[in-house]
Structures are given as structure tokens and as C-alpha cells.
């Protein structure tokens, strides 16, 4: 056992990465933990700062070099992990740093832009249908949230490392759509056209904003169409996540035909 101890130099920073963006940043490492997680970010061709194993959880035995696993302590390895029931694998990558000319795009390119998405939970769940539906990016413009938060790598089950994915500010999101003749298409409840109404088979990016707030005027006003979810019930707002899912199995739907 390489670590047993949970006062370990490296247990702590590790700590510090779980919990710190500040931290992440300055080192310019993420913190992906669970089997399938590590695997969609090696198959990525993400190459690993280190890897830690706790060989008294039981877990998969993963076909990795045995030079590049750092043993540890049960106690060790719940101590670094975010998770109730760890499967005990956890990894430190660098930080991939994509930016929208790294976006390779289809014949009819079909993108979701999320702007100042505030949760890891609902970009973590717009990453996971993202990768469901094969869009070619997601783009992130003015995040409130860390992109690279493990709760993100959490809740989009490691989608963040199948679908590229960009933060951008909203100036040079829009100029790179308009640049590639992609539509922009705001899905906002004052609409007045049904989102299954609009030819979602053109080039097009799906905008979504904040729950509370909506999409700023930045996209309503570049919107080249508005779209609305009809909502029946006395709550007047979806989750942004499942408003962008819906729209995306549209356009998935309508390409399919």
C-alpha cells in the first residue's frame, strides 16, 4: 500500500482539488473519480497526471499500467472521494483546454449553447443528452458554474470528456456560429411558436439560459428564432436541463425522419 495515511501531503491537495476551483485552476488539474468516468476520459485520449486505487474496495480491475497507480487506504480513498459509495478508482488529469476551433462539425452541425448555467447537476444532465443525441458541442458561454467541477464529471457520467465542450464568452460564441452559418434558437416561454413547429434539420444551436432568469438579451436579441415548451400547469418553468432535452430529441426526431 503506497498511502495510508490520512495525513498524507497528497491526500490533502487532492482534497483541496475536490473542493477548490481556485485549486483547480492553479494547478490546472481535474478530478474525475469512478471506473466509467476514467475510461470515457482515457478513451478520449486524456493522459492521467496520476491514478489512486483502493484495492480493499471492491471494484473492476482496470487495465492500466501498474506504474501509474498510487495505492491507498479504504480510509484514504473515502476521505478523497465525493461519492457515498465509492467504487475506488480516482484520477487527476489535466485540464483540456478546447476552444471552438477545435469543434469538428457535421454536414448540418447541431449544437447546444448554455449560457450562465448556474449547477453541476443541470450541465452535467445537458452533457449526458448532448452525448445521447450526438450533438457536435456543447458550448458554454459565461459559465457561473466550473465547468471542470467533479460534480459536473459526476452528473454527466463522464459525457464532459464524449462531447466537446467549450467555454467562450457570448461575443465569440456568436461570432464563431454566425461564421459557420449555424442558426441560433432561443427557447424562452414568451415565444409564441411551439418548438416542435421550426425545421430543426438546418444548421442550428439550441440557446439556454438560467431557470430564473431565461437567456440574457444578448441572445434574445440575436436570436434567429424563438421557441416555447407548452406548459399546462400552474409552474411556468421546466428544469433547463429536461427544456433542453426536449428540443434536442426534436431536432434528433426530425433529423431521423
Known amino acids: 500500500m503506497d498511502i495510508t495515511s490520512l ?6 491537495h487532492i482534497v483541496k482539488l475536490r473542493e477548490s476551483k481556485r485549486q483547480r485552476l492553479q494547478d490546472d ?3 474525475v473519480e469512478g471506473v466509467d468516468e476514467l475510461t470515457l476520459a482515457l478513451a478520449a485520449g486524456l493522459k492521467p497526471d496520476a491514478l489512486f486505487h483502493a484495492p480493499e474496495i471492491d471494484s473492476p480491475v482496470l487495465d492500466f499500467s501498474a506504474s501509474q497507480i498510487i495505492t491507498v487506504a479504504r480510509a484514504v480513498f473515502e476521505k478523497i ?3 457515498d459509495n465509492p467504487d475506488g478508482w480516482l ?16 454536414e448540418a452541425p447541431f449544437v447546444i449553447l448554455a449560457e450562465s448555467v448556474e449547477k453541476p447537476g443541470n450541465l452535467g444532465a445537458i452533457l ?3 452525448d445521447a ?3 457536435d458541442a456543447v458550448i458554454v458561454c459565461d459559465p457561473r458554474v466550473d465547468v471542470w467541477n467533479p460534480n459536473v464529471v ?6 464532459l470528456f464524449t462531447v466537446p465542450t467549450v467555454e467562450v464568452d457570448n461575443a465569440g460564441a456568436l461570432a464563431w456560429l454566425r461564421s459557420k452559418n449555424i442558426r441560433v434558437l432561443a427557447a424562452t416561454p414568451s415565444a409564441q411558436v411551439m418548438y ?4 430543426l434539420r438546418e444548421p442550428i444551436a439550441i440557446a439556454v439560459g438560467t431557470e430564473d432568469e431565461g437567456l440574457t438579451d444578448f441572445w434574445m436579441s440575436q436570436a434567429d428564432v424563438k421557441v416555447k415548451i407548452p406548459m399546462q400547469g400552474k409552474v411556468n418553468s421546466l428544469n433547463v436541463s429536461i427544456a433542453t432535452a426536449l428540443i434536442t430529441y426534436e431536432a434528433v426526431r426530425q433529423r431521423n425522419k
Open 7 to 12: 495525513q498524507n501531503p497528497k491526500i490533502k
Open 29 to 31: 488539474l481535474m478530478f
Open 81 to 83: 472521494s465525493y461519492r
Open 91 to 106: 484520477g487527476l488529469f489535466p485540464i483540456p483546454h478546447k476552444t471552438l476551433n477545435d469543434i469538428r462539425l457535421s
Open 128 to 130: 449526458r443528452t448532448a
Open 133 to 135: 443525441a450526438h450533438v
Open 154 to 159: 459526476r452528473a454527466s457520467r463522464g459525457a
Open 196 to 199: 416542435t413547429d421550426v425545421n
